[in-house]
């Protein structure tokens, strides 16, 4: 077992930047070969994909290409989310995932483990 948790979170103001971080403890041997995302889930609202990285290749949804970016240090098996400019349609519950590589990285039902989540909110 893989188990993931989230840091980072908090309030902020809108134009303003934050960077969550993702630690991975447990089994992770394998986490280097691992595929990661992150997900949100906005209040009201269904949980959505936000970024992936799989290997070298990093996938954003459209409302954060430009202003997230998803990075990993794999000696500190930690996932990094940093997001710029914020705004408040960010504001969310911020959750962290992993699975082995493949296709599909946007999907959640794909991933095999789940952090707890931190909470962003952005005022404007």
């Known amino acids: 077992q893989v188990q993931l948790v989230e840091t980072g979170g908090g309030l902020v103001q809108a134009g303003d930047s934050r960077n969550l971080s993702c630690s991975a403890s447990?089994?992770?041997?394998?986490?280097?070969?691992?595929?990661v995302g992150w997900f949100r889930q906005a209040p009201g609202k269904e949980r959505v994909f936000v970024a992936a990285?799989?290997?070298?290749?990093?996938y954003y949804t459209d409302s954060v290409k430009g202003r997230f970016t998803v990075s990993r240090d794999d000696a500190k098996k930690t996932v990094y989310l940093q997001m710029n400019n914020l705004r408040p349609e960010d504001t969310a519950v911020y959750y962290c995932?992993?699975?082995?590589?493949?296709?599909?990285?946007?999907?959640?039902?794909?991933?095999?483990?789940w952090g707890q989540g931190t909470q962003v909110t952005v005022s404007s």
């Open positions: 447990g089994r992770t041997a394998a986490f280097s070969a691992y595929a």
């Open positions: 990285m799989s290997g070298s290749s990093r």
């Open positions: 995932a992993a699975r082995p590589r493949g296709l599909r990285l946007e999907v959640q039902s794909t991933y095999n483990y």
